[in-house]
């Protein structure tokens, strides 16, 4: 199983609605579907990476409330440890994602609860967790403060550091120089660079302008053309595979990130664990939601014997 994936970000119930559109204030109208699960980038990382094989714990906040109970369900069917702070003064967090049928166009209102409070002092309190990862993972859906704190204790302890900058935001170079990979999309790469992501060279750039700011390697991820590591002026691109039609990429980088932490935390070499987390995301993609997509591992390594 490797060294643990220690896994910091937040749980989302996500409620979605789809309706012809979105109704005036003080009106009513009738939806045409809904659908309640569970998201949070950080949470569908962590189901993808222990899905996948990992050791996986998650640090993170919730409320006491049913919500809760749903992340701690999805968690253990994934075989997630958890280490959370319950934030009885708040709730879980939730979302409101409203789809428009016909154009497939969203609205979305996200309430982060007791992960919005996630602290400098909850990654304190799991300092001997942490000193064991063989890879620390996190997005940046909490706040930034615990956002810095969890690669700098990660780091001191000899961790590979993994920063998913999503969602996007500026970011200084004290958190890049924690950073050992970096795994921006075309657009994440953008932001933080300001330098256009259409292409692959365009990909190299943006990598180099990421390094020279402190990270260590760069992973770009660009959809259906797959992903590029750049580390010391080299590339390796390793193309998109999916076993079937895509379905829904809802998912695809969280997928990603938890395949690759996993197979970086069992000692697998860089493209070995590129392979391993496009397999991942390959087969998410595949198959509707983002945490109920998530593959089982020995899926992960069928998909890959069978694409040679």
Not at 97 to 103: D, V
């Amino acid at each position: 199983m490797g060294k643990p994936v220690v896994v910091l970000g937040i749980f989302n119930a996500d409620a979605a609605y789809r309706a012809p559109r979105l109704p005036r204030l003080g009106e009513t109208i009738m939806g045409a579907g809904f659908h309640l699960g569970p998201g949070g980038k950080g949470s569908n990382q962590a189901v993808a990476a222990g899905r996948a094989g990992g050791d996986v714990h998650m640090i993170t906040r919730l409320g006491d409330d049913d919500f809760a109970a749903m992340a701690r369900a999805v968690w253990a069917e994934a075989g997630v440890v958890p280490h959370v702070t319950v934030d009885a003064e708040s709730h879980t967090g939730s979302a409101f994602i409203f789809l428009e049928e016909g154009t497939g166009q969203n609205a979305i209102i996200v309430c982060p609860g007791a992960a919005g409070r996630i602290s400098v002092a909850d990654i304190e309190a799991q300092a001997d967790l942490i000193a064991g990862a063989g890879v620390f993972l996190t997005p940046l859906d909490q706040p930034q403060e615990a956002a810095l704190a969890g690669p700098r204790a990660a780091r001191a302890a000899g961790a590979v550091t993994i920063l998913n900058p999503a969602p996007a935001a500026p970011l200084g170079d004290e958190m890049l120089a924690l950073v050992d990979l970096i795994t921006p999309n075309g657009s994440e790469a953008e932001t933080l660079t300001g330098l256009p992501v259409t292409t692959l060279a365009e990909a190299e750039a943006a990598a180099d302008a990421l390094i020279a700011r402190g990270v260590g390697a760069a992973i770009i991820t660009l959809g259906a053309t797959g992903v590029l590591y750049r580390r010391d002026g080299r590339s390796l691109h390793v193309p998109a595979r999916a076993p079937g039609p895509v379905a829904d990429t809802t998912g695809a980088g969280d997928a990603f990130n938890g395949g690759l932490a996993t197979a970086l935390a069992e000692g697998q070499a860089i493209e070995r664990a590129l392979r391993f987390g496009i397999a991942t995301a390959g087969i998410a993609v595949t198959r509707p939601g983002a945490a109920s997509a998530m593959p089982r591992r020995e899926e992960i390594v069928d998909f890959l014997a069978s694409a040679g």
